[in-house]
């Protein structure tokens, strides 16, 4: 009889042990659980964080600063005329070398060189020239991606901070300009 209650007996200790053990089994997965929860929750927080940043750099590689603006910038420019009247016209094309300089205090230097030639009805050929160097001083003011300065002459900036560009067209006296402002490296 007592082998019976033995055998009885170890399939209950079995069953009450394997009971004892689902608990823990149940915790540990639990404490798994909650772990991995955690890590994905910190995951998570950098994630928004590294997204929050990347909105921020996105952000300020379109919104110009004016210290940005600060230093000196590569001028070169473009300008065409044609003029015509009863029995006339004349053409004539000009070319800007120079540079630009901004400081910090909203002021800035403007030092060009400007060379064309002229073609005129009647003439026999085309006369070219060479203006000597002329220095222009004013303040400038910056809004949003437009830069202007108080010559009135309004530049807008493209997001690479790096080239700023002006064309216009003037239809009363035929004229067209193109400028492209390149920034230099700072020394």
Known sequence: MGSVRLALWAPRCALVASLALLPFTASAASSRLQELSARVDALSAQLAQLQQQQGARQARATAVLPSDIVGTWTLKGFQSELHAGVGSWQVSS??????VEFTADGKY???????GNRLTNGGEAVSSYVNPEAVARGKWKLKGNDLTL?????????????????????PADNTNVMLVLTKQPAP
């Open 94 to 99: 000009y070319v800007y070398n120079g540079t």
């Open 109 to 115: 230097k403007l030092t060009i060189v400007e060379s």
């Open 150 to 170: 108080d010559s009135g002459l309004a530049v807008k900036i493209d997001a690479g901070l790096s080239v700023m560009t002006m064309a216009s067209a003037n």
